[in-house]
T-cell receptor
């Protein structure tokens, strides 16, 4: 079975540009999570969806960040405009909604904002 | 305020010896605890979990111990192997599918 798929794997952009990260969760999983990993803050949850509905977006840093999940097999995380401090690895994860709520992670997108 | 804390950023252990990774938590509502392993350029992968009603869970070389009164858990790897070199994340959940992760501990297995 295919795992969580993320694209692109690497993104280099200039400050002020719009960045869109994409994620395809594991088929049949009903929860999807976006994380950001940095050296200073570790792995922090940005937002998560359950059955395509955003449940908790308290981790979204500011209005420049937005996320959507138009259907069960696709989600996007958009940063507009991007800033150098957004440089990080962004992970998408999904789970099947069963205890112990084990999440399965994608390979991540390494974002560099110049 | 960090709810899940891994106070050792890194740990070096001789191959064949025991590796012990520690984790502390503050939220008494957590009822499941998980350990994830991460290699460079890959996403974290699930390793082992434990329910709050247990104090030990074992899976091959990996054992997780939970001390609820101390709000402390640990991951033991015996014997340690070169492929165990990775970053290990401790994580916890409180009756929903949101997981809180620690900052991770980098484990180096020395030859």
């Amino acid at each position: 079975d295919a795992g969580v798929i993320q694209s692109p794997r690497h993104e280099v952009t200039e400050m002020g540009q719009e960045v869109t990260l994409r994620c395809k969760p594991i088929s049949g999983h009903n929860s999807l999570f976006w994380y950001r990993q940095t050296m200073m803050r570790g792995l922090e949850l940005l937002i998560y969806f359950n059955n395509n509905v955003p449940i908790d977006d308290s981790g979204m840093p500011e209005d420049r960040f937005s996320a959507k999940m138009p259907n069960a097999s696709f989600s996007t995380l958009k940063i507009q405009p991007s800033e150098p401090r957004d440089s990080a690895v962004y992970f998408c994860a999904s789970n099947a909604g069963q205890i112990p709520y084990t999440q399965y992670f994608g390979p991540g997108t390494r974002l560099t904002v110049l | 305020d960090q709810q899940v804390k891994q106070n050792s950023p890194s740990l070096s252990v001789q191959e064949g010896r025991i590796s012990i990774l520690n984790c502390d938590y503050t939220n008494s509502m957590f009822d499941y605890f998980l350990w994830y392993k991460k290699y460079p350029a890959e996403g974290p992968t699930f390793l082992i979990s434990i329910s709050s009603i247990k104090d030990k869970n074992e899976d091959g070389r990996f054992t997780v111990f939970l001390n609820k009164s101390a709000k402390h858990l640990s991951l033991h790897i015996v014997p340690s192997q070169p492929g165990d070199s990775a970053v290990y994340f401790c994580a916890a959940s409180a009756r929903d599918d949101k997981i809180i992760f620690g900052k991770g501990t980098r484990l180096h297995i020395l030859p």
